[in-house]
């Protein structure tokens, strides 16, 4: 017996990515109406939300960004009024970003995924399925001649 699969064409996988970005940006763009943040922001604060209190760099490292890119995304939190930044009393140096009464009262009215419903879906991956995508996308990147990688640490441009 032979292998019926039919080849994938190269457009049909771009349907794909086109498939899965746009439910990314819809679902982002329902976390705004709902919430009045981008979903980048509503993830900080689900984030703390879900651990208390966090050190500034143990909350960018959750999330997979830099610290500079958590920090512009705390500051407009913080404007808002749903988080606050202390230094710890016993070092000083040391930020903990925590959330005030309005971001708790915010979000108790979100129903969406804690993490963002990328990284979510992502997660429910089984291991030889994530290591397949994530050797297929690595050959992609290579095929693009994509050599900086700097924009992994950095929210997808529809959830700022």
């Not at 979903?39 to 999330?63: D, F, I, Y």
Request: charged share 20%; aromatic share 4%.
């Amino acid at each position: 017996m032979t292998d019926t699969k039919v080849p994938l064409a190269p457009l049909q996988v771009l349907q794909q990515f086109r498939v899965v970005f746009r439910a990314a940006q819809q679902h982002s763009a329902g976390i705004e109406k709902q919430l009045g943040i981008p979903g980048a922001q509503a993830w900080v604060l689900a984030e703390l939300r879900e651990a208390g209190a966090l050190k500034a760099g143990e909350l960018a490292a959750r999330m997979s960004i830099k610290p500079a890119t958590l920090s512009n995304m705390l500051l407009r939190l913080e404007e808002l009024g749903y988080v606050q930044r202390e230094r710890n009393a016993r070092d000083q140096r040391v930020v903990e970003v925590m959330l005030t009464e309005a971001g708790r009262q915010l979000m108790a009215q979100a129903d969406f995924a804690p993490r963002g419903w990328l990284p979510e879906a992502l997660s429910r991956l089984g291991p030889s399925q994530l290591q397949a995508l994530s050797e297929g996308l690595c050959a992609l990147l290579d095929g693009m001649g994509v050599e900086d990688r700097a924009a992994a640490s950095a929210p997808l441009p529809f959830t700022e």
